[in-house]
């Protein structure tokens, strides 16, 4: 099986800055993607943070306009991790924030599945 695990979430102030931590690890052959969501409470779960692994859009990264210049995801393929730099926070990041990673458990899957972390709380309050 395949596990996402993250750290780093917190409390923080308005302005400050927090650096998330997602690594995978189990039955993994390849990543494609590896990326963040979060969800506020009441919210729908949006997208954050991209970033492509493997293949010809390896090291391509996409942004929601809401984090854009602010955020910054990178990753580390040796360790298959995936790290999301938070500056100038604002009230409204509070949310949980999801790791997932679209990956290949086995040379012969035939399909490319999408793993989860269980979410890390972050919170931005003064």
């Known amino acids: 099986q395949v596990q996402l695990m993250e750290s780093g979430g917190g409390l923080v102030q308005p302005g400050g800055s927090l650096r998330l931590s997602c690594a995978a690890s189990?039955?993994?052959?390849?990543?494609?993607?590896m990326g963040w969501y979060r969800q506020a409470p009441g919210k729908q779960r949006e997208l954050v943070a991209v970033?492509?692994?493997?293949?010809?859009?390896?090291?391509?990264?996409n942004y929601a306009d809401s984090v854009k210049g602010r955020f910054t995801v990178s990753r580390d393929n040796a360790k298959n991790m995936v790290y999301l730099e938070m500056n100038s926070l604002k009230p409204e990041d509070t949310s949980v924030y999801y790791c997932?990673?679209?990956?290949?458990?086995?040379?012969?899957?035939?399909?490319?599945?999408?793993?989860w972390g269980q979410g890390t709380q972050v919170t931005v309050s003064s």
């Open positions: 997932f990673a679209d990956l290949k458990s086995t040379v012969y899957s035939a399909s490319i599945d999408r793993y």
């Open positions: 189990g039955r993994i052959f390849s990543i494609n993607v």
């Open positions: 970033i492509f692994t493997s293949g010809s859009r390896s090291g391509s990264v």
